[in-house]
């Protein structure tokens, strides 16, 4: 499985940022995909989750600024963010979790500036 992430880019506090990330080879039908963010110098954190169900899950610190959604046809996962802040900055990488495999995409920078 591979996973291509993009969108990310320099935002301003306040601004919005919509990251893609498409998955493509064998893929079991039955998966999570999720977004997960690294900021400088500290360990990588489940920012949103969902299932094939239509099941989703996020870190406290982005619920009601963010939201995760999936085109299963397609094996898409987006993430969009709204009213970001400097402490969303950080790499942000996608997740698809099957079968008790994972495999991650390379990550998308994301900067916001105050």
């Known amino acids: 499985v591979q996973l291509q992430a993009s969108g990310g880019g320099l935002v301003q506090t306040g601004g919005s940022l919509r990251l893609s990330c498409a998955a493509s080879?064998?893929?079991?039908?039955?998966?999570?995909m999720g977004w997960y963010r690294q900021a400088p110098e500290k360990p990588r954190e489940l920012i949103a989750a969902?299932?094939?169900?239509?099941?989703?899950n996020y870190a406290d610190s982005v619920k009601g600024r963010f939201s995760i959604s999936r085109d299963n046809a397609e094996n898409m996962v987006y993430l969009q963010m709204n009213r970001l802040r400097p402490e969303d900055t950080g790499v942000y990488y996608c997740?698809?979790?099957?079968?008790?495999?994972?495999?991650w995409g390379r990550g998308t920078l994301v900067t916001v500036s105050s």
């Open positions: 997740r698809l979790s099957t079968r008790g495999n994972d495999s």
């Open positions: 080879g064998s893929i079991f039908p039955i998966n999570v």
């Open positions: 969902a299932s094939t169900s239509g099941t989703t």
